[in-house]
């Protein structure tokens, strides 16, 4: 079965940069999808970024454009969050999930969008590691 093991969060202060890690294993890692999510207390879940691991593409949410890059080690089935510029907004329980790579539609204003993953498609997650941010 799959096993997603997060490590890397911690507590810095505003402006800071961390690298959370998430070692993945019990799937084929060639055609994924690999996300971070996190959930902030009171808050729900949200996507943060995801990556397919055959085509490379990329995905963020708005609040971490230009801050957070997700990035992988596909030798060591490893995927990172590379935090920068972080913000308190930014504290929250960071998760690492994984999905099937496919072909999801959304619809973005008039225009359909396809991408190789969606958040809203990931179904194995870690245990969490906390990111606080003062």
């Known amino acids: 079965h799959v096993q997603l093991v997060e490590s890397g969060g911690g507590s810095v202060q505003a402006g800071g940069s961390l690298r959370p890690s998430c070692v993945v294993s019990?799937?084929?890692?060639?055609?994924?999808?690999v996300a971070w999510f996190r959930q902030a207390t009171g808050n729900e879940r949200e996507g943060v970024a995801w990556?397919?691991?055959?085509?490379?593409?990329?995905m963020y949410a708005d609040s971490v454009k230009d801050r957070f890059t997700i990035s992988q080690d596909n030798a060591n089935n490893t995927l990172y969050l590379e935090m920068s510029s972080l913000k308190p907004e930014d504290t929250a329980m960071y998760y690492c999930?994984?999905?099937?790579?496919?072909?999801?539609?959304?619809?973005?204003?008039?225009?359909?969008?396809?991408?190789?993953?969606?958040?809203?498609?990931?179904?194995?997650w870690g245990q969490g590691t906390q990111v606080t941010v003062s």
């Open positions: 990556f397919s691991t055959n085509t490379h593409r990329t």
């Open positions: 019990g799937v084929t890692y060639d055609r994924l999808c």
């Open positions: 999930a994984t999905g099937p790579s496919g072909s999801y539609s959304r619809k973005v204003g008039s225009t359909w969008i396809s991408n190789p993953c969606d958040f809203s498609r990931f179904d194995d």
